[in-house]
């Protein structure tokens, strides 16, 4: 059965910390993604990468960075945590092939306070 | 830009009856179109996908529709049934595009019993 495991389900962090999404894959997808869903928004991409150490922003990068050392692994990362940063964030992977789907993780709820 | 839309935030339906959630888009470039269902507090699960080769696609009471002179697909769910009840999102993406799934914003369906 495949897999995308997201480190944390529920967050609570203060404005201005440093925080850390994990986000692991055992498909051996070139691709994962990072999301956030806000209420009458859906789901924004916020960055992607297509390979090892790659990567690309998404429609909103601001105040985010990610990290891809290893294939099954991509992080997330909110360098200074804002209120506004309250939000869900899913991550997703998905082969290179055009006719698949993207399986998304379960989600990590964070709130910032 | 939103290439990818969802125009009614919620739905609902009574038990047995179908449930039509309709999605347009406007990048001719769109070839693969995906249909995800979405619980609360939960990741996006695949439901349903269709390429721009076909016009319909069926898995069982599920059935995807692509008119691509209009630029519109729909998906019908017959019968509905009170565990339909979540939010759907309408995803397309590319050849061209890097692997990214563009998301509509979202249809919550309601299913009445």
């Known amino acids: 059965d495949v897999k995308v495991t997201q480190s944390s389900r529920y967050l609570v962090k203060r404005t201005g910390e440093k925080v850390f999404l994990e986000c692991v894959q055992d498909?051996?997808?070139?691709?994962m993604f990072w999301y956030r869903q806000d209420p009458g928004l859906g789901l924004r991409l916020i960055y992607f990468?297509?390979?090892?150490?790659?990567?690309e922003k998404g429609d909103i990068p601001e105040g985010y960075s990610v990290s891809r050392e290893k294939k099954e692994r991509f992080s997330l990362i909110l360098e200074s945590a804002s209120t506004n940063q309250t939000s869900m964030y899913l991550c997703?992977?998905?082969?290179?092939?055009?006719?698949?789907?993207?399986?998304f993780g379960q989600g990590t709820r964070l709130t910032v306070v | 830009d939103q290439q990818v839309k969802q125009n009614s935030p919620s739905l609902s339906v009574q038990e047995g009856r179908i449930s039509i959630l309709n999605c347009d888009y406007t990048?001719?470039?769109?070839?693969?179109f995906l249909w995800y269902k979405k619980y609360p507090a939960e990741g996006p699960t695949f439901l349903i996908s269709?390429?721009?080769?076909?016009d319909k696609n069926e898995d069982g009471r599920f059935t995807v529709f692509l008119n691509k002179s209009a630029k519109h697909l729909s998906l019908h769910i017959v019968p509905s049934q009170p565990g339909d009840s979540a939010v759907y999102f309408c995803?397309?993406?590319?050849?061209?595009?890097?692997?990214?799934?563009?998301f509509g914003t979202g249809t919550r369906l309601t299913v009445i019993p």
């Open positions: 997703a992977s998905r082969g290179t092939a055009i006719s698949t789907e993207a399986f």
């Open positions: 498909m051996d997808h070139e691709n």
């Open positions: 995803a397309a993406s590319s050849l061209t595009g890097a692997n990214n799934l563009f």
């Open positions: 990048n001719s470039m769109f070839d693969y």
């Open positions: 269709i390429s721009s080769i076909k």
């Open positions: 990468s297509y390979d090892v150490k790659m990567k």
